[in-house]
């Protein structure tokens, strides 16, 4: 039996939760790389994502002070056993890293011990400002010297600040590239997302390029690998009532797009690659 | 937090984590000396919590002391005028490099600057209309030892890492420093003349242009910058950037200034560079980022000769085991 510990990077809507969920329904009752061994002794993290999912409309949004965990007992497809805890929390919480630059003793110690991260990324959540190049070439003659700009950073230097001090606080050097922790990189909400015919590294790479260059600058290829991911398949609102989340269960929606651009059911596959059951 | 910490190096005070690592400030001795013996024996409670030691701008030299033991780092001296372009340069290749484009072969593998890249490319961009995008306005002018320094790290196919740092200083440091080498106010500029691995020079080719009156004033102060640069370069890679090159430079200007580099930095390389070509912007920094990313190869140390007796040249039987 092992116990191995992973961490779950995502901002806020990021769709930790219903990832969660949805995860849970097909470890249970649609099992693909991973199935559970026996249902969790306590279920309470993912009651109301479990319900709201049952009847076709989605979760609220988790508080910002939540912590909880799950643990699941899983079993992969060569029979090794596994322990593992899910956590949900806020997403607020990786915010308050970002703006009071500071990682609280618990996450610290999550993120040392981890094995693998796992990142969720909601690309259309994210702001970036790809057209300020032209902006610099086509500007106007009169310059605006004094207007004092405020400006939220782009998401792409965000998230590279981020992910640099959570592997600063982790001891995780950068200076050559890493083959620990492993980091899945989850595109989240993918049916928001115009892929065309790209694979999921392309398409981080088209939206967040420096996040893209940072992490293939920082990890081996063999320890990171980016997928598409769609809990639900399709938007749910709290208010919708989505007949084939009802009839068919909420265990037969959403899909993941592997690395290599191939649509698949088993959304315990990115978390089977993490944990190196894959 | 108002008290600071008794190790200068240490700004646990503003933020960062503590010089010597102790996850909690309050255990490392250097900080103790900053209490009073009275108020050590009090137990506060205190919420433990990681902290990383650089806070996002611009780097000074006790960051240094922080960041160079880790690998080479390649310290880009961004020499000019004031008004010449260089924090546009730089602007401009923060912003290639946001859009995911290699530079000098190598890809970005992380900055310890970017709250002040970030604060430098929102000039740039248009998110209200009563602020449109423009240039991002003067460099102060400090009285600092050292500049600014902005930085970030690259990774190229090999695998080579490098922490390239640039400076944005004040064009009057140079100005200043042109004129007098030893001025007080020109201090920032000695010290990058002393320590930086390559040299970029700003020629601004709006000032040398025929439409301004004080073209000579410009090709003055440059040619001065060249000469005094001249004295201190030695073999270190070096270009003379033609900034703002969609405005044509006088062309006898243009001319005296290439033979003054040639005779003054015989290796220097010229380069032209515009904002209505993002990528020349990129271009003119890999002129000189380049070739000083291989550190130069230590020289063999040759023994002078002091004196002509044969007694004097024996350095025994081992210097040629």
């Given at each position: ?44 993290a ?55 630059r ?59 600040e ?20 492993r ?19 392309q398409?981080?790479a ?19 690998s ?12 709290p ?40 | ?8 190096n ?23 000396a ?25 780097l ?110 004040p064009?009057e ?57 001249g ?48 990528d ?42």
């Amino acid at each position: 039996m092992s116990t191995p510990e992973i961490v779950l990077l995502g901002g806020s809507y990021s769709g930790k939760t219903h990832y969660a969920g949805q995860l849970y329904g097909r470890l249970l009752r649609n099992p693909g790389l991973l199935e559970l061994r026996d249902t969790p002794a306590d279920l309470s993290a993912l009651e109301e994502v479990l319900n709201c999912l049952e009847n076709g409309h989605a979760a609220g949004h988790t508080s910002v002070g939540t912590w909880t965990e799950v643990l699941l007992p899983l079993k992969d497809k060569r029979g090794h056993m596994l322990d593992l805890r899910w956590p949900d929390y806020g997403g607020e919480q990786l915010q308050t890293v970002f703006s009071e630059r500071q990682v609280t003793e618990n996450w610290r110690s999550q993120l040392c011990q981890a094995e693998g991260w796992l990142l969720l990324i909601r690309l259309r959540k994210e702001t970036t400002y790809p057209d300020a190049l032209a902006e610099l070439a086509n500007r106007s003659a009169d310059g605006n010297g004094t207007t004092a700009r405020a400006g939220a950073w782009d998401a792409n230097a965000r998230w590279v600040e981020l992910l640099q001090m959570l592997l600063h606080v982790a001891g995780v050097g950068t200076v050559s590239r890493r083959e620990q922790p492993r980091l899945a990189v989850l595109l989240s909400c993918y049916d928001e997302v115009t892929a065309d015919d790209l694979l999921p590294t392309q398409v981080l790479a088209k939206h967040l390029p420096l996040v893209a260059a940072f992490i293939d600058s920082l990890w081996t290829p063999d320890a990171m690998s980016i997928w598409g991911l769609s809990a639900l398949g399709c938007l749910l609102e709290p208010s919708s009532d989505d007949e084939n989340f009802i009839n068919q269960g909420p265990e037969h929606q959403g899909w993941v797009v592997t690395p290599d651009g191939q649509k698949d059911s088993d959304l315990s596959r990115p978390l089977a690659w993490l944990l190196g059951a894959e | 937090m108002s008290e600071r910490c008794t190790n200068p190096n240490c700004f646990v005070h503003e933020g960062e984590s503590c010089d010597l690592g102790e996850m909690e400030h309050t255990q490392c001795a250097s900080w103790s000396a900053t209490m009073p013996e009275t108020e050590a024996d009090a137990e506060i409670p205190v919420v433990t919590s990681a902290r990383v030691p650089w806070s996002g701008s611009a780097l000074g030299l006790a960051d240094i002391a922080n960041l160079s033991p880790r690998g080479r780092t390649i310290l880009i001296g961004v020499l000019g005028a004031h008004d010449a372009g260089k924090t546009t340069l730089l602007t401009g290749n923060y912003l290639q490099l946001l859009q995911g484009e290699s530079l000098a072969n190598a890809r970005f593998a992380g900055s310890r600057t970017l709250g002040a890249w970030e604060s430098l490319a929102a000039w740039t961009r248009f998110d209200d209309a009563a602020r449109p995008p423009s240039f991002p306005p003067h460099t102060p002018r400090g009285t600092g030892r050292v500049p600014g320094l902005l930085h970030f790290a690259l990774r190229n196919a090999e695998g080579e890492f490098r922490d390239v740092l640039l400076t944005d200083a004040p064009g009057e440091w140079f100005t200043r420093w042109a004129v007098k080498e030893d001025a007080p106010e020109a201090e920032g500029a000695r010290w990058l003349v002393r320590n930086a691995d390559a040299f970029l020079i700003f020629a601004d080719c709006k000032r040398l242009a025929d439409s301004n009156p004080k073209r000579g004033t410009a090709r003055n102060e440059l040619r001065q910058l060249l000469e005094r640069l001249g004295n201190h370069v030695a073999n270190r890679p070096t270009a003379l950037v033609w900034a703002k090159d969609d405005v044509e430079p006088n062309a006898d200007i243009r001319a005296a200034i290439a033979q003054g580099l040639a005779k003054q930095i015989p290796h220097a390389l010229e380069v032209n560079s515009s904002t209505n070509q993002p990528d020349s912007l990129t271009k003119a920094l890999e002129t000189v980022l380049c070739p000083a990313w291989i550190a130069p190869q230590a020289c063999h140390i040759v023994e002078p000769i002091l004196h002509q007796q044969p007694f004097a040249a024996f350095r025994g039987h081992y210097v040629h085991a």
